[in-house]
């Protein structure tokens, strides 16, 4: 059974850093598609930053510079490093990977950002 557990997510001022944790189980992750979105209050969910593959990435433009995705595949866990946080970063912070076509997502963890 593949299970996405998100952690590290909390309150934070604006201009300041959070380090989010992905630990996946169930499977091997290691080449897989496995990335991170976010969903506001009122919003729909958007993509932040996936691998790709193993190693290529993406994000979106909006967090471009400051936020940066990585993989430690030997504890198949993702990491997604957000700096120079602001306000509008707010939401729950979602982790997915995709095996064999199918979009596994974790519980989310709460990230906000006071002004």
């Known amino acids: 059974q593949v299970q996405l557990v998100e952690s590290g997510g909390g309150l934070v001022q604006a201009g300041g850093s959070l380090r989010l944790s992905c630990a996946a189980s169930?499977?091997?992750?290691?080449?897989?598609?496995m990335g991170w979105a976010r969903q506001a209050p009122g919003k729909q969910r958007e993509l932040v930053g996936v691998?790709?593959?193993?190693?290529?990435?993406n994000y979106a433009d909006s967090v471009k510079g400051r936020f940066t995705i990585s993989r430690d595949n030997a504890k198949n866990t993702v990491y997604l490093q957000m700096n120079s946080l602001k306000p509008e970063d707010t939401g729950v912070y979602y982790c997915?990977?995709?095996?064999?076509?199918?979009?596994?997502w974790g519980q989310g963890t709460q990230v906000t950002v006071s002004s």
């Open positions: 997915y990977a995709v095996l064999a076509s199918v979009v596994y």
């Open positions: 691998f790709t593959d193993s190693t290529s990435t």
């Open positions: 169930g499977s091997i992750f290691s080449n897989k598609p």
